[in-house]
């Protein structure tokens, strides 16, 4: 059973910037792509970005591109989520996900992390 762990979330002001970060517990098959997944306060969870371990392909949702940019260090089985000129509207539980198929559906993705807030103050 693969774990995953996410750190880094915090409380920021808006235009600041925080790095998240998700290590697995191991790798398989099933960890073949991460990504991540945020859920703001009586919203539904929504896609935030994701890329293979190798970093030969990454994908962001149109709200966070060209302000967030995910990174892995395949040494460590962790990859990181840096976020810039974060937004109020940025404000959530940020999760970690892994799977083995390119999708931006959360119900592709078999193996969750337990979730880091961040919270965006205006």
């Known amino acids: 059973q693969v774990q995953l762990v996410e750190s880094g979330g915090g409380l920021v002001q808006a235009g600041g910037s925080l790095r998240l970060a998700c290590t697995a517990s191991t790798r398989t098959w099933r960890t073949t792509l991460m990504a991540w997944f945020r859920q703001a306060p009586g919203r539904e969870r929504e896609f935030v970005a994701h890329?293979?371990?190798?970093?030969?392909?990454?994908d962001y949702a149109n709200s966070v591109k060209g302000r967030f940019t995910v990174s892995a260090d395949n040494a460590k089985n962790t990859i990181y989520l840096q976020m810039n000129t974060l937004k109020p509207e940025d404000t959530a539980v940020y999760y970690c996900?892994?799977?083995?198929?390119?999708?931006?559906?959360?119900?592709?993705?078999?193996?969750w992390g337990q979730g880091t807030p961040v919270t965006v103050s205006s």
């Open positions: 890329m293979t371990w190798s970093g030969e392909h990454t």
């Open positions: 996900a892994a799977g083995s198929t390119l999708s931006i559906r959360g119900d592709d993705y078999s193996c």
